[in-house]
């Protein structure tokens, strides 16, 4: 079994950054992909980005690429999410989630296994 918790949230002027954590206790050994997905009010949970441990190849979705940045730190059992130059349409509710099974497929909600219970990030113009 893996719980994850994320943090880092809160509230931040347009231009501004933050920094998400998640932290992963449990079977982390049996993690094969580590992402972050967003769900704005009245959208459907999004992909946002994801690191595969095994070749620590990193994804993004188009809106957040150049602004966002996946990373780990492998020794702590965390991965961060560091978002720059937010804007008020990032506004939403980010959450953590951990593949066990190899899937080629992460923009997809559906392979995640296990899920953080949120942290909310909004962004004021």
């Known amino acids: 079994q893996v719980q994850l918790v994320e943090s880092g949230g809160g509230l931040v002027q347009a231009g501004g950054s933050l920094r998400l954590s998640c932290a992963a206790s449990?079977?982390?050994?049996?993690?094969?992909?580590m992402g972050w997905f967003r769900q704005a009010p009245g959208k459907d949970r999004e992909f946002v980005a994801a690191?595969?441990?095994?070749?620590?190849?990193?994804y993004y979705t188009d809106s957040v690429k150049g602004r966002f940045t996946i990373s780990r730190d492998n020794a702590k059992n965390t991965v961060y999410l560091r978002m720059n130059s937010l804007k008020p349409e990032d506004t939403a509710v980010y959450y953590c989630?951990?593949?066990?099974?190899?899937?080629?497929?992460?923009?997809?909600?559906?392979?995640?296994?296990?899920w953080g219970q949120g942290t909310q990030v909004t962004v004021s113009s």
């Open positions: 989630a951990a593949t066990i099974r190899y899937s080629g497929n992460l923009w997809s909600g559906y392979v995640y296994d296990y």
């Open positions: 449990g079977r982390t050994v049996s993690i094969s992909t």
């Open positions: 690191i595969r441990r095994s070749d620590d190849n990193t």
